[in-house]
């Protein structure tokens, strides 16, 4: 099943490209872009409940999608890159194993442990 989800997951990492590819953007933008849906960790500075929403807002693949559609609906380039990059991101994420957080710790993530606890798991 693991190998099952990665590839879905890197299916999808393919179709963001495609769609980063259909926008009038550097190349160089996907790449420099790709790793910001990561300040959303900064959330776990004031607790882990807290963390774990504001990353997991930001890592879920429907707000993704709503903000492109929106992109699509009033014609913003910048709505359009930035659902395709936190769509990309999420997708890239869960290919290398890592999930949605879990509100009790930063590596209990809905795909399994990650980090030294995942001998644990």
């Known amino acids: 099943m693991k190998t ?15 769609l980063f590819s259909q926008l ?12 910001l849906p990561d300040l959303s960790m900064i959330g776990y500075t004031i607790n882990p409940k807290d963390g774990a929403w504001v990353y997991n807002f930001f890592h879920h693949k ?10 699509i609906a009033i014609a913003s380039p910048i709505l359009l890159l930035s659902g395709v990059i936190l769509f990309s991101h999420s997708a890239m994420d869960r290919v290398f194993g890592y999930g949605l957080k879990f ?19």
């Open 4 to 18: 099952l989800i990665t590839l879905e997951e890197a299916g999808q990492f393919f179709l963001g490209i495609i």
């Open 24 to 35: 009038d953007y550097a190349w160089w933008y996907f790449p420099a872009c790709l790793l």
């Open 62 to 71: 429907a707000l993704a999608i709503f903000i492109y559609g929106i992109g």
């Open 103 to 121: 509100e009790n710790a930063f590596n209990n993530t809905h795909l399994g442990k990650i980090g030294n606890d995942k001998q644990n798991n």
